[in-house]
């Protein structure tokens, strides 16, 4: 999903505010030399009565008097830089700068957008999903499969909790990897407390490290916009369609904790939709949630049962409660000290 139009005028902004800011740096600091240098000034103004004559020698085709020209603008030039440094400025002091020398603020090098664009539309991704700062802790560099029991077989995988863990990192590693071309779909299901959120930052942070659009909403909160988008009558029209829009069309959307929310016949027919459409457009979504198989056969409609059995890579992750583990583990550690 492409950033709106919106959304890159914002960004376009920024640099129109870098080049003016610069552009008045540049003004001030030539009015200080101006003043301060009277024959840097005397010799700017012979620079500009040369140029002028070498766009006419230019345009009438009399190449010996623009390369008469040219020489002697560089000439000055090099006095104007001798009188700069021996007043003490940098010899460049007047010369243009910029936020980004690469692009010289423009956000483009040739047709393609520059790194410090790129850099711009991850930095507002990040702002807009929400999940800025707790992408700093959650995420695959901070993935710990010790947290894991390995004493163990789970009946359900026929593996150890580590092992099982191991397996379904790689899959979300390849997730990662092939998200552009193969447009998956995850089911992060088991126990509370066994990882199921943590992957999924862990995920959020790869696809908004690569310019990615990714909504993260727990079921909650997507019902709650839902319901709202349906109901409220002080959103416009405008207003409901860009949410909507938003949540169907971006590029990952991580639906947490399904099941948690009060479920009714809007909820599933909004889901439905959100799911069904999702995949019609090969758009990616991973939920995550505690229910078992049993419970989501229960708890919504065979239509979604079905469109999530057969379309999702579905992963059980097993072991005991990691955040329990760590919060002993923190005591321990602080009662060491």
Request: glycine share 4%.
């Amino acid at each position: 999903m492409q950033l709106q139009n919106d959304q890159y005028n914002s960004l376009y902004a920024q640099y129109n505010e870098a080049q003016l800011k610069n552009s008045r740096l540049l003004l001030a600091r030539k009015k200080e030399i101006q003043e301060a240098i009277p024959e840097w000034d005397e010799l700017d103004h012979i620079i500009a009565d040369l140029s002028v004559k070498m766009a006419k020698s230019t345009f009438d085709g009399t190449k010996a008097d623009v390369r008469q020209l040219k020489h002697d603008i560089s000439v000055i030039t090099r006095k104007k830089e001798v009188l700069l440094t021996q007043h003490g400025y940098p010899a460049d002091y007047l010369q243009p700068f910029f936020d980004c020398p690469d692009c010289r603020d423009t956000g483009y090098i040739g047709n393609e957008k520059c790194h410090c664009f790129q850099k711009k539309i991850v930095e507002y991704l990040y702002e807009q999903s929400n999940l800025q700062e707790i992408l700093k802790s959650e995420n695959f560099s901070h993935f710990n499969e010790e947290y894991y029991p390995d004493d163990y077989v789970e009946d359900t995988t026929g593996l150890t909790p580590r092992d099982n863990i191991r397996k379904i990192h790689e899959t979300a590693l390849f997730f990662c990897d092939h998200f552009n071309e193969s447009h998956d779909n995850l089911l992060l299901y088991g126990n509370t407390g066994v990882g199921k959120t943590f992957l999924t930052h862990c995920i959020a942070k790869e696809a908004l490290d690569h310019s990615h659009t990714v909504v993260y909403l727990t079921s909650l909160g997507l019902f709650d916009i839902l319901e709202k988008n349906k109901f409220d009558k002080a959103l416009s029209s405008v207003e409901k369609n860009a949410v909507v829009s938003y949540i169907l069309d971006c590029d990952l959307l991580i639906l947490d904790d399904l099941g948690t929310e009060l479920n009714n016949s809007f909820t599933s027919s909004q889901l439905y939709q959100v799911i069904d459409t999702r995949l019609v457009h090969r758009r990616s979504t991973i939920i995550s949630t505690n229910l078992s198989f049993d419970d989501l056969r229960e708890q919504y409609s065979e239509r979604i049962f079905s469109r999530i059995t057969s379309r999702y890579s579905l992963l059980k992750l097993t072991g005991d409660d990691i955040r329990l583990k760590k919060a002993i583990f923190t005591r321990q550690a602080s009662s060491r000290k």
